[in-house]
């Protein structure tokens, strides 16, 4: 913002605006609100949607109930983070294929094909790049509904060699 005021009241009273937004913010953070927090609140973010689990696995978000369509290995892979919010590493994949195999099965009412086994064996197996193409789909999934900066909350992101996670928080989320 240009400092070209009108008048010498307006500069006062622009000076004195600015103080008081510092000072707010020196409350905020005095309060452990951290700057990035605080720096959204500034760029008037809209508050996270609710995420609703259904009975039969169905995603929907906030009150209005706006499914997101996902095939049910990708639904399946998004369940299994979604249940884990400390994250999991992609190297670590094979110790939840099990847990995987549970939530797939749960999903696909005709059982497990051969086929559907090898396609667990395939997205749990960190040397493939199934796990990424299935990510990239969940994370599609989420930016068909929302921007980026809201959609980054529902979909499985981290830094490479670490954890990946859903970062929403698990107060936001209903099993029904």
Known sequence: MTNTHHNKEDQILYKVLVDEVREK???LKEFGMSEKEIASLLQNEQPLLKLTISRNYRLFLGSERIEV????????VYLLFLKHPEGIMFKHLPDYREELTGIYAKLRPL?????AVQSIEDVTNPLLNSINEKCARIRGAFLSQFDDRMAKHYYIDGPRGEAKK????RDLVIWE
Do not use: C, F, N, T
């Open 25 to 27: 913010v020196q409350k």
């Open 69 to 76: 369509h996902m095939e049910p290995l990708v639904k399946a």
């Open 111 to 115: 059982g497990m094909s051969e086929r």
């Open 166 to 169: 859903i970062s929403l928080p």
